[in-house]
């Protein structure tokens, strides 16, 4: 982040405490637009909590927890706040269902998909009073959770971390703005105030952000982890990692990747599969279901959902273990600008006292 307009230190929180009223926060109830996405092992109830109190929206990953690891976490958020959260989910996981009882019976106030869920799924949930927020990579997509009852969607462009289509944020973005009568939360590229003005601008009810949260103080990843962040500007899309579009950071171990055969790799996907199940308490069979499920209505082959295997345990390498050069470390293009780690107290206010100022400051071009 640089520029005339960085705000850093003391100042990024001095003055009132802005708001943005918008209809992301009236349908949540959060006090600003900030949304931080459900990153695998690394949305923990530590950082979700953090989100929360400092009024935005904090949404738990629970596609690498157990059920019973979700039901803890739910609760521990519970304890560090009062505010509004959410929890990710896998809508082709085989216990969706289970999880989606435990967020009702919990009174979750949001449930966020990285795939559409089935429109049941969202009719339950509703049902239930629970905000239902799919993301997206598609206006098409778009169209369709909006047509089956969705409350909002998260678009997000090719800037962006983790699984994510070729389209750029600033052209995918206007598009489902004018496609759907929904909020749209905007994500891809954003890590400061002068994006959510501009995310605003192009009609978006909000921003979420995946690496600028990573890298921050109350983000639980190993310090030596976020160092390697900070000092790394390229990113790479491989399909290396589980056989999909991944932005990660351009490792060492990416690199391997990238040059390593097909047997090597599936050889590589078996065994970490094997830990997964392992570490879930998952049986092969729940593990071969969810494998049917990822295939239904997608493209893939069985290689590609074998290689899915090796998403979770290479993230938890880098994310949990500390061991950036055995795993791999999605991040979005934002990297390269990021050099700090804020609070998420410091982050949000910072970001939302910016936009303010850069909103309240503009001229009119007007020609009469």
Aim: charged residues 20%.
């Amino acid at each position: 982040m640089t520029g005339p307009d960085r705000v850093t230190g003391p100042d990024r929180v001095a003055g009132p405490d802005r708001v943005l009223d918008t209809p992301l926060t009236r349908l949540v109830g959060v006090r600003h637009p900030v949304v931080q996405t459900g990153m695998g092992w690394v949305a923990g109830p530590r950082l979700v909590s953090a989100v929360a109190n400092a009024g935005g929206l904090g949404v738990l990953a629970s596609a690498t927890m157990t059920l019973d690891e979700l039901r803890l976490a739910v609760h521990e958020v519970k304890d560090r706040t009062d505010a509004p959260f959410g929890v990710n989910l896998r809508a082709d996981a085989g216990d969706a269902g289970d999880r989606i009882d435990l967020m009702i019976r919990e009174g979750v106030k949001v449930a966020s998909f990285a795939l559409a869920p089935r429109p049941e799924l969202i009719a339950k949930l509703k049902d239930a009073g629970v905000v239902v927020i799919p993301s997206v990579g598609a206006r098409r997509h778009a169209e369709k959770v909006a047509a089956w009852g969705a409350d909002a969607v998260l678009v997000q462009g090719g800037e962006g971390g983790g699984h994510t289509g070729p389209v750029a944020t600033t052209l995918l973005l206007p598009q489902v703005v004018d496609a759907v009568d929904i909020p749209v939360i905007a994500a891809g590229g954003f890590f400061d105030g002068r994006g959510l003005a501009a995310a605003l601008a192009y009609g978006a009810a909000g921003v979420a952000m995946g690496t600028r949260f990573l890298l921050t103080s109350d983000s639980s990843v190993p310090d030596e982890v976020k160092k390697v962040y900070l000092g790394m500007s390229e990113t790479v899309v491989t399909r290396q990692v589980d056989g999909m579009p991944h932005r990660v950071l351009r490792s060492d171990l990416v690199k391997e990747l990238e040059g390593a055969g097909r047997v090597s790799g599936l050889v590589r996907a078996l065994r970490n599969a094997a830990r997964f199940r392992k570490i879930s308490g998952m049986s092969w069979r729940a593990m071969i279901a969810d494998g049917r499920a990822m295939k239904h209505g997608k493209d893939l082959s069985w290689s590609q959902v074998l290689m899915a295997a090796n998403t979770p345990m290479l993230l938890k390498a880098a994310m949990v273990d500390g061991r950036p050069d055995l795993g791999v470390m999605a991040s979005g293009q934002v990297v390269a600008v990021i050099d700090d780690l804020p609070d998420c107290a410091e982050l949000i206010g910072g970001i939302v006292r910016q936009a303010a100022e850069v909103l309240a400051r503009q001229p009119s071009y007007l020609v009469r």
